[in-house]
């Protein structure tokens, strides 16, 4: 267990408004995760963090922003929810220096979002 | 582009064994990953290759070859529990994880 927690685990929420998205970590990874996973495509990267303060935008960054003040904590913001927005959102951490063999990637149990 | 194709759907019998294919095209390769994700649930870390050949984990195998951007994760004595998404993944040049769409793997008794 990596020790991983997401929330809220479900939330609707109107276009327009700002959403924050929670991921709490308990054991101090360095590398952090945000990604987004929706019908007929594979998990797609937002935001990832490479510790407190350090972040870098993925592949689906539009619309999203992130924050990591501390080791433990990282946040993912809608700034403006759109439709287009609802998704399921898993956060991951990876144990070593990014994702390599010996350091996969481990999930937390996602955030199912609505944006109505 | 990057590119990750694996079959949407496959059925298969209890007991039987499977095989679930994927290829890639990606720039640049350093590894390829599979997980494994029941409905609703979070992926699980399977397998890993980043050498040529076949990976053996109890039930579970995956196999790699380089050259041809393919991969395949073999399922044998399939039990019920077994019905799930299976995930490939590829590390390119970055080392950023490239995600195929995922095959739903449904096993009938």
């Known amino acids: 267990d990596a020790g991983i927690t997401q929330s809220p685990r479900h939330k609707v929420t109107e276009t327009g408004t700002p959403v924050t998205l929670r991921c709490h970590q308990t054991e101090n990874h360095r590398y952090m995760y945000w990604y987004r996973q929706d019908p007929g495509h594979g998990l797609r990267l937002i935001h990832y963090?490479?510790?407190?303060?350090?972040?870098d935008k993925g592949e689906v960054s539009d619309g999203y922003s992130v924050s990591r003040s501390k080791t433990e904590d990282f946040l993912l913001t809608l700034e403006s929810a759109t439709s287009s927005q609802t998704s399921v959102y898993f956060c991951?951490?990876?144990?070593?220096?990014?994702?390599?063999?010996?350091?996969?990637?481990?999930f937390g149990n996602g955030t199912r979002l609505t944006v109505t | 582009g990057q590119n990750i194709d694996q079959p949407t759907e496959m059925t298969a019998t209890e007991g039987a064994i499977v095989q679930i294919n994927c290829t890639y095209q990606?720039?640049?390769?350093?590894?390829l990953f599979w997980y494994q994700q029941h409905a609703g649930e979070a992926p699980t870390f399977l397998s890993y290759?980043?050498l040529d050949g076949l990976e053996e984990k109890g039930r579970f195998s995956s196999f790699l070859s380089r050259s041809k951007g393919y991969s395949y994760l073999l399922l044998k004595e399939l039990q019920m529990k077994d019905s799930a998404s299976y995930l490939c993944?590829?590390?390119?040049?970055?080392?950023?994880?490239?995600w195929g769409a995922g095959t739903k793997l449904i096993i009938k008794p």
């Open positions: 993944a590829v590390t390119d040049s970055n080392y950023q994880l490239i």
């Open positions: 963090s490479y510790g407190v303060k350090d972040t």
């Open positions: 990606t720039s640049g390769f350093n590894g």
């Open positions: 290759n980043v």
């Open positions: 991951a951490i990876s144990e070593g220096q990014g994702i390599t063999y010996n350091s996969p990637l481990h």
